[in-house]
């Protein structure tokens, strides 16, 4: 039988098999040819047995949290309480961009912020619209929960930025803890402990503690380089250009017209650069 991993406590793998969850254990070759299946995982299963025999190709892997086959991510963005940071969003951009994974934009805590604030990050959201990222804000359930529909999902970003608060909203019966912010370090506590998939509004739902790792060490620079993918739109005279030193780099001339966002090529430099 053909089923996915929603969940793992221990050393039980539970498998959704046509809307019934089986416990399963893993076959003892997993461990010598280290195999390590992950929520999200479609595998092929001994439904008598509950026994999972084969974990099948991936669309894509993350190992914290260890997550595959993502479609979307809801990149949740507080603009208060913690701070408003493009840096942290376009690295998760990147990261999502890298491992085929559709980033949206999702924004919080918005009544935090006075006017002439919202004003400023508003032509800012509308430029990441611009160049193809759908962006929604947080009270929008019905944007939301069209976006979820026949795609798996994760909500990440910054920690205390209304993950579970958003997931408690378009689900009350989940009722997800939901930790305060720290004043002093001005971030969440985590809340979330075990990776699990949910059903939701005809897709899937994965609720994680939060993506730990945003380092870029396991990429190369062109990777990186071709996850802003507006860059696209302004070929250089070089197809390798980097955007850094070169001579006539398009990118660069667009930065100065303010035609690439400022930030998203400082951005650029320092991810190239870690």
């Known amino acids: ?20 969850v089986y ?4 076959r003892g070759l997993f461990r010598k040819e280290h195999i390590t299946p992950v929520v999200g995982d479609y595998v092929l299963f001994d439904i008598d047995k509950k026994l999972i025999e084969e974990v099948l190709p991936r669309k894509n892997l993350f190992q914290r949290p260890k997550v595959s086959n993502i479609d979307q991510a809801f990149l949740i963005t507080s603009l208060k ?9 376009d690295k998760f951009i990147v990261l999502m961009e890298i491992n085929n994974v559709v980033p949206i934009i999702c924004i919080t805590k ?23 990222y759908q962006v929604v804000f947080n009270y929008e359930l019905d944007k939301v929960e069209k976006l979820l529909k026949n795609k798996t999902s994760v909500f990440t970003g910054q920690t205390g930025a209304g993950k579970s608060t958003l997931l408690n909203k378009l689900n009350p019966n989940w ?13 969440g506590r985590h809340t979330t402990r075990v990776v699990e998939l949910f059903e939701l509004f005809d897709g899937k739902v994965m609720d994680t503690p939060g993506f730990s790792s945003l380092e870029f060490s396991n990429y190369t620079k062109e990777q ?3 996850a802003f993918v ?7 005279i070089y197809s390798d250009c980097m955007h850094t030193n ?7 001339k667009e930065v100065i017209s303010n035609n690439i966002l400022e930030s998203r090529y400082k951005n650029y430099l320092s991810f190239i650069g870690e």
């Open 1 to 20: 039988m053909k089923g996915q991993i929603v969940k793992i406590s221990s050393d039980l793998h539970f498998v959704n098999y046509n809307d019934n």
């Open 23 to 26: 416990p399963c254990k893993c």
């Open 81 to 89: 309480l913690p701070d408003f940071s493009l840096n942290l969003l």
């Open 110 to 132: 918005s009544d935090l912020v006075d006017n002439n604030e919202l004003k400023d990050i508003s032509e800012i959201l509308n430029y990441y619209k611009k160049i193809g």
């Open 175 to 187: 009722n997800l803890d939901v930790g305060d912010v720290s004043l002093a370090l001005g971030r």
């Open 224 to 226: 990186i380089r071709d």
């Open 230 to 236: 507006e860059f696209k739109k302004y070929p250089c």
């Open 246 to 252: 070169e001579e006539e780099c398009m990118v660069k």
